[in-house]
């Protein structure tokens, strides 16, 4: 989405949508970098949105969700492939340069440019995380969509949220995995 100043200093922001395919209600959030951690709270936030869990989630073929893309076995990041299985949902991955395949939520990410970043005027990044989220909720969300001819919100409270698998009774704890070496005294540093 562009550079915004967060606590003095200017980050670099991308936007993560997640949008529900049969009434096409979503959720976006703002986030400074696309490391594994980001990737799942990301997801416990959507989840948390929607009230409940969807039996499948497709996702592009970012590092932060899969290690090798491959059209019969790709490989899934293993603390995301946790948290899919702890919330009890499948990945299904997009096909290598096919945006066909994840097109409702490339249409949400172009929506977000094009009608919500336009109407910035600022560059504080805390009051984008807010303009952002009432913007979903208010706009994005109850506008007569597109292609389905209807509105998502409605959509999504008549029929698919009901559809949703309900929430686990506890969020997954996200666990920062990393390699060390030790050193010759069986010592290892960490930050």
């Known amino acids: 989405l562009g550079r915004f100043l967060k606590d003095g200093k ?20 703002i986030v400074t970098n696309q490391s594994v951690k980001s990737f799942i709270e990301c997801h416990i936030r959507a989840f948390e949105y929607f009230t409940g869990v969807p039996n499948t989630v497709k996702i592009d073929n970012l590092k932060a969700g899969v290690i090798a893309p491959d059209f019969y076995e790709p490989q899934i990041q293993r603390q995301y492939a946790e948290f899919l ?14 945006g066909q395949d994840k097109g409702k939520v490339e249409s949400s990410v172009k929506y977000v ?4 970043l336009k109407r910035i005027r600022h560059n504080d990044f805390y009051r984008l995380e807010k303009d952002l989220f009432e913007w979903t909720n208010n706009i994005c969300n109850k506008r007569l969509h597109g292609t389905t001819k209807k509105i998502p919100y409605e959509v999504f409270i ?29 010592h290892i540093s960490f930050r």
């Open 85 to 98: 299985e702890h919330y009890n949902s499948l990945p299904i991955t997009a096909r290598i340069r096919r």
């Open 10 to 29: 200017v980050v670099k922001v991308w936007v993560f949508s997640m949008v529900l395919s049969y009434s096409r209600y979503s959720y976006q959030c």
């Open 113 to 116: 440019k094009n009608n919500f």
């Open 158 to 186: 008549e029929t698919e949220k009901d559809k949703l698998k309900a929430l686990p009774t506890c969020r997954y704890q996200i666990l920062e995995i990393e390699h060390r070496k030790a050193n010759s005294y069986a």
